[in-house]
């Protein structure tokens, strides 16, 4: 029986294992999911873990409970010999080893952009994974509290100045997503004033929200800045030595939580560490069959049993009137090119000709916190209440599996019943000090 080799279990890996075990056969072959996390992060709902809207939990479909004819191996795979078949996995526990495969499916995902800028690597906090969600959120509920103890001075400004590094969409999501959360939270915080909140959005582009043109993208800017953020266009991050921001426009300000969401880099492993085609940004070079190939163009003759979809693969967009062009690294494409790439081993399996990925966009949503969000699709611009509603209605039936849609909604009606939850967990990165203080007090008495 062949092996499939999955490299990565988010977006397009878990959609092709899922697929995967819809079409194949049995006995015709087996699949081999390899992903460091147990999971596949939903990262549309990011910015609700972040505000409180999501449960963390939720945002992770587990790959063992929803992948059952799968065999999943938690690790981190370091390189991929395709040459001679193999991969090298580095289990969180344990020496490496390797898995033998007959097809390689690369779908790794890319990872946070990293930039030398002075402070950053010490103090920010990126905005992929559900962890960084959830110490968000944390921080800022603990900023709160701690804030709410002082009196008004530079250490109770700095507690209540946030800021997010980088206008694109996930940071304009988190950002008018946190900001909601921050607002409400004044309610339960009358010694704060509202005055004392500061949120700083840094751009260094002239705009934020370059999946939308330029008037909702100006829309944006007005309705944040009218929730009393700013906004800060042609504007570089200098330094966030020790919490202290420094731009390029010469602004200059202390904020206790800073959030970095400059967009993606390429995956180290697959940029490095495979004898696979890569291009000049570190991606994979894929056709529009998903299969990997040897240069580009229409001509590209294909590797052998090797095929890549999502983040890490330029793939051609042949929907694009651009020619040369690749689709936009999106879940949107993700979801599609991990289904199609499914359809396509099978058919090859079976000596089927591969067919090619097109897909035109279904426009661009956004959330700018509860009751807020934007929608376009072509010149077709929705604002306001209907554009979140129209987003968490599109989100709800897109998270995998009816089991995670039923518990999001529920969330959601709870927290419409009873508002979110604003208690900051914080301390669960520390268990065992409560522990310890109390043998040192049990000691000392
Ligand atoms: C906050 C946020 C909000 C977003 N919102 C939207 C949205 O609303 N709409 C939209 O279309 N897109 C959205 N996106 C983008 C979308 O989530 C990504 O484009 C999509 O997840 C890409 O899928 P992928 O499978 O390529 O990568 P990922 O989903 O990132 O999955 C990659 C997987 O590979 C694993 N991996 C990495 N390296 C290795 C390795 N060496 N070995 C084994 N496994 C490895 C990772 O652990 C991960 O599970 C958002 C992104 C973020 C961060």
Not at 9 to 25: C, M, P, Q, V
Not at 90 to 114: C, M
Not at 241 to 261: C, K, P, Q, Y
Not at 306 to 323: F, I, M, N, Q
Request: net charge positive; glycine share 10%; proline share 6%.
């Amino acid at each position: 029986m062949r092996t499939i080799l999955v490299v990565g279990g988010g977006y397009a890996g878990f959609y092709t294992a899922w697929k995967l075990e819809k079409k194949l056969r049995r006995g015709e072959a087996r699949v081999i999911v390899v992903d460091p996390r147990p999971y596949m992060t939903y990262q549309p709902f990011l910015p609700e873990v972040l505000a409180g809207s999501v449960e963390e939990r939720h945002a992770a479909v587990s790959l063992r409970r929803h992948l059952r004819r799968t065999t999943v191996i938690a690790g981190r795979v370091t390189a991929i010999d395709h040459a001679h078949k193999t991969a090298t996995v580095r289990p969180a526990a344990g020496p490496a080893f390797s898995v033998g495969y007959d097809i390689v499916v690369v779908t790794a995902g890319a990872v946070t952009r990293q930039l030398a800028i002075p402070g950053v690597a010490e103090h920010a906090i990126g905005m992929k994974h559900v962890e960084e969600a959830v110490a968000i959120r944390d921080r800022l509920l603990t900023a709160f509290d701690q804030a709410s103890a002082l009196e008004p001075g530079p250490l109770r400004r700095r507690l209540l100045t946030v800021t997010f590094v980088g206008g694109g969409f996930s940071g304009v999501e988190g950002f008018g997503e946190l900001l909601s959360l921050a607002t409400a939270l004044q309610k339960s915080y009358p010694e704060l004033s509202p005055d004392e909140l500061n949120f700083h959005l840094v751009e260094a582009r002239d705009r934020i929200l370059p999946e939308v043109s330029d008037r909702p993208g100006r829309w944006v800017v007005r309705s944040l800045e009218k929730r009393g953020a700013r906004v800060h266009l042609n504007a570089e991050l200098i330094s966030a030595r020790n919490g202290h921001v420094v731009l390029s426009t010469g602004a200059e300000f202390d904020s206790e939580l800073i959030v970095w969401t400059v967009g993606n880099a390429a995956n180290p492993m697959v940029r490095s560490h495979t004898d696979l085609p890569i291009d000049q940004n570190g991606m994979l070079v894929v056709r529009a069959d998903l299969r990997v190939g040897i240069g580009t163009g229409p001509g590209a003759a294909p590797v052998p049993d090797a095929w890549g979809a999502g983040d890490d693969a330029a793939v051609p967009d042949l929907a694009a009137k651009r020619s040369g062009a690749a689709t936009v690294p999106n879940a949107q494409n993700a979801v599609r090119q991990g289904k199609l790439l499914a359809r396509n081993i099978v058919a090859t399996l079976r000596g089927r000709k591969p067919k090619p990925y097109v897909h035109h966009s279904l426009g661009t949503i956004a959330t700018l916190g509860i009751g807020r969000g934007i929608f376009q699709y072509r010149g077709l611009v929705i604002k306001g209440f209907p554009a979140w509603l129209m987003h968490r209605g599109y989100h709800v039936l897109a998270v995998p599996t009816w089991e995670r849609k039923i518990r999001v909604l529920a969330v959601w009606c709870t927290a419409a019943l009873f508002g979110r939850d604003i208690v900051s967990l914080a301390s669960v990165q520390h268990p065992r000090a409560a522990f310890l203080a109390d043998s040192e007090l049990t000691a000392a008495a």
